[in-house]
């Protein structure tokens, strides 16, 4: 079993709805990150999360350490915001060293 | 700020040839990381570092060798290329544990 799971592994959506993407994981962590992935493209840092709840814009991403799960949502969802998201911990008492979830592909429709 | 620069973007190898990744940044970050990412499996770091002169082995180390003499760079040398290297490559930096991490936008890798 992988130590972060991603669920959906794809997900089609039409413009304007509520998208829901979650994150498991089975180790303990330092922090937990949410990362958005173009096809083709690089790869940028969305939210950096130890605890609670962050907001950027539409996005908004949870954390809930006791039941080992993160939650990124983005709201009034665009075609803009198809993408790959992709989940990654950085493992408590460790420096620098990620380990990453599969990702989810979202595509969002007109 | 150019923030982390990888070059190649595009490279093709031949079985056995060697060849040196280059990784960048500008940003003063102390930690830097390399990470191969495969079509089904996602992200596995391959090595990493923490500072200068300080480096460590990753998930996936074995083919690879970094080196880190400067705090701006972190080549990654391929010694003997295999076609199981074929593989999309990602340098990244973090300023220190709590921060977050800035990509490089990648060097594709095709082994023949």
């Known amino acids: 079993k992988n130590e972060v799971e991603q669920s959906p592994q794809n997900l089609t959506a039409q413009e304007g709805e509520f998208i829901t993407i979650n994150c498991s994981y089975s180790?303990?962590?330092?922090?937990l990150h949410w990362l958005q992935q173009h096809p083709g493209g690089g790869i940028v840092s969305l939210f950096m999360?130890?605890?609670g709840k962050k907001k950027h814009g539409r996005l908004i991403a949870t954390i809930n350490i006791q039941e080992k799960h993160s939650s990124l949502h983005i709201t009034a969802s665009h075609p803009r915001d198809s993408a790959v998201y992709i989940c990654?911990?950085?493992?408590?008492?460790?420096?620098?060293?990620?380990?990453f979830g599969t990702g989810t592909r979202l595509q969002v429709t007109l | 700020n150019a923030g982390v620069t990888q070059t190649p973007k595009f490279q093709v190898l031949k079985t056995g040839q060697s060849m040196t990744l280059q990784c960048a940044q500008d940003?003063?970050?102390?930690?830097m990381s390399w990470y191969r990412q495969d079509p089904g499996m996602g992200l596995r770091l391959i090595h990493y570092?923490?500072?200068?002169?300080?480096?460590d082995q990753g998930e996936v180390p074995n083919g690879y060798n970094v080196s880190r003499s400067t705090t701006e760079d972190f080549p990654l040398r391929l010694l003997s290329a295999a076609p199981s290297q074929t593989s999309v490559y990602f340098c990244?930096?973090?300023?220190?544990?709590?921060?977050?991490?800035?990509f490089g936008s990648g060097t594709r890798l095709t082994v023949v």
């Open positions: 990654a911990v950085g493992r408590a008492g460790t420096a620098s060293k990620l380990t």
């Open positions: 180790v303990g962590i330092s922090a």
């Open positions: 999360l130890s605890s």
């Open positions: 940003m003063n970050h102390e930690y």
């Open positions: 570092s923490v500072g200068a002169g300080i480096t």
């Open positions: 990244a930096s973090q300023q220190g544990v709590g921060y977050g991490y800035t």
